[in-house]
């Protein structure tokens, strides 16, 4: 339970329009725009953001040693970094980002890998927030330096090893790119990465958790049912993958509003096997 009374892991944008003057509120833009789109979200943020954001760099809150981006920090460099943008431990930290939902479920998913719960994701993001017509602005909130600590990290994260063992039993893999790419119809947005998936897991489209026009979560008995349709048996350990660790933490994200723990998230995702040709794939070619 947060200073303000914590809502849970997904907020309204009413509810944040009501909390922007909450001081223990923290707003964060983590909006990330993939190579292929052209777009800086940086720049982006700092044309238009919701009052009070600061702009959470996903790309810089990583581990500089993986070649992979956007890769999970070690605790110190994490610790660090959310310290340096003013968060403490009775912070309420809410993230969204600018298409709705699709980079902002990562940075849930770190603070709670860390042992950090006090996150909540913006509903729909800046998109559903300029849908109800509530103020965006260009001015630049500076917050002083904090002192963030990590209590207890979680066991969240998958590493290949793991992923390997996981096709081989009884547990389910679960991939939330689009099924072109999950099939291996659709060509690899990056050079040199294979077509196809890791051998029996199953698909889910990220997109298909949300509602299309207010890119806000569906409702969970809709959720449930998308999960269901994938194939998936959500009550066996489940390792959610991807293209490069951002989606599936829609994913996570989606299982922890139905009520499942039993998951973790594969940080390397297809940027990692789908580049290893050691590693065996399935595709529909």
């Not at 993230?95 to 913006?122: C, E, H, M, Q």
């Not at 207890?152 to 991939?175: C, H, P, T």
């Not at 889910?204 to 569906?218: G, I, K, P, S, V």
Request: glycine fraction near 8%.
């Amino acid at each position: 339970m947060s200073p303000t009374g914590h809502p849970g892991a997904i907020v309204s944008a009413k509810w944040l329009k009501e909390h922007l003057s909450d001081s223990k509120v923290f707003i964060a833009d983590a909006t990330v725009h993939l190579p292929d789109t052209g777009r800086d979200a940086q720049a982006e943020y700092l044309v238009e953001h919701i009052p009070n954001a600061i702009f959470f760099d996903l790309g810089e809150i990583a581990d500089p040693k993986n070649p992979l981006p956007r890769k999970v920090p070690n605790e110190a460099l994490f610790s660090e970094k959310v310290g340096a943008l003013g968060i403490n431990n009775q912070t309420h930290v809410v993230v969204y980002d600018t298409p709705g939902l699709y980079s902002a479920a990562r940075v849930w998913w770190l603070f709670k890998l860390y042992g950090y719960d006090n996150v909540s994701i913006l509903n729909g993001g800046l998109k559903r927030w300029k849908q109800c017509e509530y103020p965006v602005t260009n001015q630049i909130v500076q917050r002083d330096p904090s002192d963030f600590k990590i209590i207890n990290k979680r066991d969240l994260l998958a590493l290949q090893s793991e992923v390997l063992d996981v096709s081989q039993s009884d547990g389910e893999i679960l991939d939330a790119r689009t099924p072109g790419r999950y099939s291996g119809t659709e060509e690899d947005r990056y050079p040199g990465t294979r077509s196809g998936h890791i051998p029996g897991s199953h698909n889910l489209y990220w997109a298909n958790l949300l509602d299309q026009e207010t890119r806000e979560f569906l409702p969970k008995e809709q959720l449930g049912k998308q999960f269901e349709m994938s194939g998936v048996d959500v009550s066996k350990p489940m390792i959610l993958s991807c293209g490069s660790g951002l989606t599936a933490c829609i994913l996570a994200l989606a299982l922890d509003q139905l009520g499942h723990s039993n998951w973790k998230v594969y940080d390397g995702s297809w940027d990692e096997w789908g580049r290893d040709h050691t590693l065996p794939i399935d595709s529909a070619t």
